[in-house]
């Protein structure tokens, strides 16, 4: 196999895979700070009561007065576990199926890695009209981790994807009841991804030997997002958010090894073999993909019925379908594009909060998730997904007035997942099909303390 064929197809099919996270739809991390976890995220543009607002709306920031922080950290726990249902490998006119490596689990075991999110925001009120303030979170990520020889480790092993975003903003209130708001984006993005390669199937001789291929890379990019807050009463708000993003040019390395024990004559062939796609088996090659972000648009609603009882709810739409296929460039000039084929998808949450007096209040909510993958065709291993509902519940203790602590805990009840999902190697020459179903659900709990300094 050959730089194309060793490690394009491994990063093409990793990099597109990151897209289907079971956090939240796609790769999409919504977890900015606990406050709004307990109503499941639900009116999370027009809320505006902490400084989470920095993420979720700018503009919500000119209802915050003097200096005010928040530190936050989710810690989101997936179940993956798959189900095979006849997984096989074809090299020309041979199919056979995927048998385990001895001593791992056929289907992967538990593939969920457990993760923890933390969140930091900030914010100062200028004068009576201009706010300013900063937020640093995590708004991609997450990972999945199989047993290094079930069943579908030619499509994915590990998959790790970290993004860290720095994101000044400020706040303008423009008329009494409205407020306009900008931030700017730094982003952070690092992935890491593995998977083994059946190497005998490209001289006909499937499962006989396995290699492994790990690649890596990182970049810093950018975006913007603007936002509106509008109270055309008191006690009741509308938010609109807008979140865009320059897209990751990811650039790192391949790295490519043979199993222990593969003869050496075996290991001579294939790396000097033309019949692998024109070259053999190379390690140590620089890689470079585009990775597609999508934008978001949210609309939400806060209204308070009394002074004990509000209700809130909001839509978001995110444009997924920007993911429709991944292009890999290799330093040889060599490509490889994955078909995606990802679809744009909606968000819709409402939720309650109730203050009896007192230092307590309590929230509760309800969240409807699509997911852009809508075929078990283009459903991938490597973080399977699929529509989601949340159920949430937290509340706020504020044991003085200058702090308050928020917790909330949400569970994901994700749909059955089927999965049959084709990748080829070595210019087609081999290929291999993931067949079968998942067990997926999701629980988040989150903590967040807050500071006010007048």
């Not at 095979?84 to 074809?90: I, K």
């Not at 020889?149 to 994807?161: E, I, M, P």
């Given at each position: 196999m050959n730089r194309v064929s060793s490690v394009a197809a491994a990063l093409a099919a990793c990099l597109g895979a990151v897209t289907q996270g079971v956090g939240a739809a796609g790769f999409a991390l919504i977890e900015h700070g606990a406050s709004g976890l307990g109503n499941a995220y639900a009116g999370g543009a027009a809320i505006a009561a902490d400084p989470t607002t920095v993420f979720f709306n700018p503009a919500g920031m000119s209802r915050l007065q003097g200096k005010q922080i928040a530190g936050a950290v989710d810690f989101v726990s997936p179940d993956i576990r798959f189900d095979?249902?006849?997984?096989?490998?074809?090299a020309g006119a041979l199919r056979a199926t995927i048998s385990p490596v001895s001593g791992s689990s056929a289907d992967g075991g538990q593939a969920g890695v457990d993760a923890w999110i933390p969140s930091f925001y900030y914010t100062q009120a200028i004068d009576e009209r201009v706010t300013l303030g900063i937020a640093v979170d995590a708004p991609f990520g997450l990972a999945t981790e199989y047993d290094q020889?079930?069943?579908?480790?030619?499509?994915?092993?590990?998959?790790?994807?970290m993004a860290v975003n720095v994101n000044p903003s400020v706040a303008v209130k423009v008329a009494d009841g409205m407020s306009v708001g900008a931030g700017l984006s730094v982003l952070y993005s690092d992935v890491e991804l593995t998977r083994a390669i059946d190497a005998c199937a490209r001289i006909g001789l499937p499962g006989a030997c396995d290699a492994s291929s790990k690649v890596s890379g990182d970049d810093?990019?950018?975006?913007?997002?603007?936002?509106?807050?509008?109270e055309p009463v008191e006690?009741?708000?509308?938010?609109?958010?807008?979140?865009?993003?320059q897209n990751p040019e990811l650039e790192g390395d391949g790295e490519f090894s043979f199993s222990p024990g593969t003869p050496r004559l075996l290991l001579l062939g294939l790396q000097a073999s033309p019949a692998l796609g024109g070259g053999g088996l190379v390690d140590g090659t620089g890689v470079n993909a585009e990775l597609p972000l999508p934008d978001t648009l949210s609309l939400s609603v806060y209204h308070a019925l009394t002074p004990e009882w509000a209700v809130m709810a909001d839509v978001t739409w995110t444009e997924w379908s920007v993911?429709?296929?991944i292009t890999i460039n290799f330093d040889s000039g060599a490509k490889s594009t994955l078909d995606l084929n990802y679809q744009d998808a909606f968000r819709y949450a409402v939720g309650v909060t109730y203050t009896p007096g007192g230092a307590w209040t309590w929230r509760a909510g309800i969240a409807y998730d699509e997911e852009p993958v809508r075929s078990q065709n283009t459903r991938t291993a490597r973080l399977p997904g699929n529509d989601r509902v949340w159920l949430a519940v937290g509340g706020n203790y504020r044991p003085r007035a200058d702090l308050s602590i928020d917790f909330g805990y949400a569970h994901l009840f994700v749909d059955d997942t089927a999965i049959r999902h084709t990748e080829s190697e070595s210019n087609g020459r081999v290929s291999?099909?993931?067949a079968g179903s998942y067990d997926l659900a999701v629980d988040i709990v989150g903590v967040q303390a807050n500071w006010h300094f007048e």
């Open positions: 095979n249902g006849g997984t096989t490998v074809q020889g079930w069943v579908g480790r030619y499509q994915a092993v590990k998959s790790k994807l810093v990019s950018f975006g913007f997002n603007l936002g509106l807050l509008y006690g009741t708000r509308v938010g609109f958010a807008w979140r865009t993003w993911v429709d296929s291999n099909t993931l």
